[in-house]
């Protein structure tokens, strides 16, 4: 089943002659339970086509449907609404809220809308996350490799139906990158979503089972 899909999707900055097209009449679909790679080089539009599927940023034209919807035919405020409850987002330098413990990290999309926590299974997501002694630690009491856990499980919370992924391994050694990917493909396989990662290692594009290829706003192999 198609779960995100892309129609002549545009991304421009500036005007006149200072106008850089990100990109350019972007279609691409995406199934339930598919991993996707995007690769390609620096300044290929990877993080514009990632921003616009998750809902940060609005396209110059162009149409992103998620579950069927279109995401940027809302107002903001339903739009925000949709990005917690629909997209789990996982960033390179973790983004966690320093003052908050890891679980409440984890905790903070459904503590924003005021939902109850549903503990049988944010105990199961903290324990897949090999995090239950450090549940009630700071991020600045997390080494790295924890901390991008918590961020896994920050975007777990809602169940989303698609994780986005921005380099999650950026900022990790080899080892803590590896563990890193497991865990993303044993999730998304346990809880039948979507995920979509950006990244610049061959090594983990490899192990998708698709990659979408983007050059200078274009994509040229998806």
């Known amino acids: 089943m198609e779960v995100v899909k892309t129609k002549n999707l545009c991304k421009s900055y500036g005007k006149g002659d200072t106008e850089v097209k990100a990109l350019k009449d972007i279609n691409i679909s995406v199934n339930q339970g598919e991993f996707i790679a995007v690769i390609g080089p620096s300044g290929s539009g990877k993080s514009t086509l990632l921003h616009l599927l998750g809902g940060v940023d609005r396209p110059t034209s162009g149409t992103v449907l998620v579950?069927?919807?279109?995401?940027?035919?809302?107002?903001?405020?339903n739009l925000a609404i949709f990005r917690r409850r629909k997209i789990g987002f996982i960033f390179q330098s973790y983004n966690l809220i320093p003052v908050l413990t890891a679980e409440e990290n984890i905790m903070l999309p459904l503590l924003l809308d005021s939902k109850k926590v549903d503990r049988e299974y944010m105990d199961e997501v903290i324990g897949l996350l090999g995090l239950g002694d450090r549940r009630h630690h700071l991020p600045s009491e997390l080494s790295g490799g924890q901390q991008q856990r918590v961020s896994?499980?920050?975007?777990?919370?809602?169940?989303?139906?698609?994780?986005?992924?921005?380099?999650?391994?950026?900022?990790?050694?080899?080892?803590?990158?590896?563990?890193?990917?497991?865990?993303?493909?044993?999730?998304?396989k346990k809880y039948h979503q979507t995920l979509i990662v950006i990244t610049h290692d061959m090594n983990i594009a490899s192990q998708a089972d698709r990659i979408i290829r983007i050059e200078d706003g274009e994509v040229v192999a998806k």
């Open 152 to 188: 896994i499980g920050r975007a777990l919370a809602y169940k989303p139906s698609i994780i986005l992924a921005d380099e999650p391994t950026g900022n990790l050694d080899s080892k803590n990158g590896k563990e890193i990917i497991e865990l993303l493909k044993i999730s998304v």
């Open 67 to 77: 579950d069927g919807v279109d995401v940027y035919s809302q107002n903001e405020k």
